[in-house]
């Protein structure tokens, strides 16, 4: 079974900066498009960002509008791993963020039910 790992959550005042890790071990994420979720407590999960697969091609990326300008997703392909770079956080920013890995390309990035494969969540709380 091929497992994604994240890390890097926890909590933060309101403005402050964290980086999410999605990391794997049984295959290579360069091969995959990579799309990171969210969920907040009686919410729905919502899509976040996403990188295109690499393979030696441009990295495309996409945001949801709720995030744009203050997120930033990138690929170190020497590690194994994709990053969520998330600058100002607001208290809406909190919930379980989760990464998912596509096969293959699908144009609805941001629904959760194109993705193969997902990882287990990280809480990330924005709180003074």
């Known amino acids: 079974q091929l497992q994604l790992v994240e890390s890097g959550g926890g909590l933060v005042q309101p403005g402050g900066s964290l980086r999410l890790s999605c990391a794997a071990s049984?295959?290579?994420?360069?091969?995959?498009?990579i799309g990171w979720f969210r969920q907040a407590p009686g919410k729905e999960r919502e899509g976040v960002s996403w990188?295109?697969?690499?393979?030696?091609?441009?990295?495309?990326?996409d945001y949801a509008d709720s995030v744009k300008g203050r997120f930033t997703v990138s690929r170190d392909n020497a590690k194994n791993t994709v990053y969520l770079q998330m600058n100002s956080l607001k208290p809406e920013d909190t919930g379980v963020y989760y990464c998912?890995?596509?096969?293959?390309?699908?144009?609805?990035?941001?629904?959760?039910?194109?993705?193969?494969?997902w990882g287990q969540g990280t809480q990330v709380t924005v709180s003074s």
């Open positions: 049984e295959f290579t994420l360069d091969n995959y498009g």
């Open positions: 990188m295109s697969r690499g393979g030696g091609s441009t990295n495309y990326a």
């Open positions: 998912a890995a596509m096969r293959r390309y699908r144009s609805r990035w941001y629904d959760g039910n194109n993705y193969d494969y």
